[in-house]
Structures are given as structure tokens and as C-alpha cells.
Nanobody
Framework: EVQFAESGGGLVQAGGSLRLSCAAS????????IGWFRQATGKGLEMVSC????????YGAESMKGRFTVSSDNARKMLYLQMNSLKSEDSAVYYC?????????????WGQGTRVTVSS
């Protein structure tokens, strides 16, 4: 069973930084796309970034490019999201999930998420 455990969220002032971690189990990174998603209060789920295990490529949402960076430690099955220059609109619960690739429409293994609150 694929499972993720997200951590590293918290309260930070606008302009600050946070590093989120995602611990995976039950899958091999090489065979999957591993995505970071977020959901703000009252809004839908949004993909933040994706790590392609097959070729090591990373993808990020346009609104976050230059501020958010995704990295991985495949051997430890860890995915990280470095978030800099945080804005109030980045406040959300952040989740990890896996799919066949970064373009897939079906994602699974959702964890409990980690909440990020950016104060202005």
C-alpha cells in the first residue's frame, strides 16, 4: 500500500521560508511521479510540483516557479519542497501523492497533509 507522511508545516511570516518533507512507503520512486499538492480553505486541490521518478525531472506550477523547489532522496524515499518568499496565498494544507507519471489524472497514497500558514 502506498502511503505518504508529510511534515514541516507551520506558521511563517510573509517573505519567509519553509521546507516540507514527505516520507513515502510502499512504492519505488523510479516508477512513479510524486507530486506535491495543496488545498487552501474553501478552495480546490492544486498541484504545486511534481518529481518524475523515471528521469528525475521536476515540474512546478507557474505561479510558484522561482519560489518553490522540489527535490528528492530516492534511496530514502523522501520528497522535499523548499518554499521561499512565501505569500499569504500560499497558506494551505500540503499533501504528497503518487501516480504513474506527472501527467496522470489519478493520484493515490494521500497522507494527512501538513498545514502551512503564512501571516501577512
Amino acid at each position: 500500500e502506498v502511503q505518504f507522511a508529510e511534515s514541516g508545516g507551520g506558521l511563517v511570516q510573509a517573505g519567509g521560508s519553509l521546507r516540507l518533507s514527505c516520507a513515502a512507503s510502499g512504492l519505488t520512486f523510479d516508477d512513479h511521479g510524486i507530486g506535491w499538492f495543496r488545498q487552501a480553505t474553501g478552495k480546490g486541490l492544486e498541484m504545486v510540483s511534481c518529481f518524475s521518478g523515471s528521469d528525475g525531472a521536476t515540474y512546478g506550477a507557474e505561479s510558484m516557479k522561482g519560489r518553490f523547489t522540489v527535490s528528492s532522496d530516492n534511496a530514502r524515499k523522501m520528497l522535499y519542497l523548499q518554499m521561499n518568499s512565501l505569500k499569504s496565498e500560499d497558506s494551505a494544507v500540503y499533501y504528497c501523492a503518487a501516480a504513474a507519471n506527472c501527467n496522470a489524472s489519478i493520484w493515490g497514497g494521500w497522507g494527512q497533509g501538513t498545514r502551512v500558514t503564512v501571516s501577512s
